[in-house]
């Protein structure tokens, strides 16, 4: 069984970085695609970034280019997104996702419990 465990959120000012990770396990993950999507409260559940694990491709939302780096460490099995020039708006819980197959914005099979990032004007 696949399990993600994401941690790194907290609280942080407008103009600020965080760095989240995902840790995986259960798997050899060089067939998945990796996923961060995030909900703000009243909001539906949107895409973020997403990374293939076995060649290291990369795709974000347009919000997000620029801003958010997606990345993994395959000895870790550990997916990273860094953030920086935090907005108020991308107060959210963040949530790692994973899949068989390349990237997706939406289908994903396992999901992490999510993390909670505040950024504060």
């Known amino acids: 069984q696949v399990q993600l465990i994401e941690s790194g959120g907290g609280l942080v000012q407008a103009g600020g970085s965080l760095r989240l990770s995902c840790a995986a396990s259960g798997r050899t993950f060089s067939n998945y695609a990796f996923g961060w999507f995030r909900q703000a409260p009243g909001k539906e559940r949107e895409f973020v970034a997403a990374?293939?694990?076995?060649?290291?491709?990369?795709f974000y939302v347009d919000s997000t280019k620029g801003r958010f780096t997606v990345s993994r460490d395959s000895a870790k099995s550990t997916m990273y997104l860094q953030m920086k020039s935090l907005k108020p708006e991308d107060t959210a819980v963040y949530y790692c996702?994973?899949?068989?197959?390349?990237?997706?914005?939406?289908?994903?099979?396992?999901w992490g419990q999510g993390t909670q990032v505040t950024v504060s004007s």
């Open positions: 996702a994973a899949r068989w197959g390349t990237f997706s914005y939406y289908e994903y099979d396992y």
């Open positions: 990374i293939n694990w076995s060649t290291g491709s990369t």
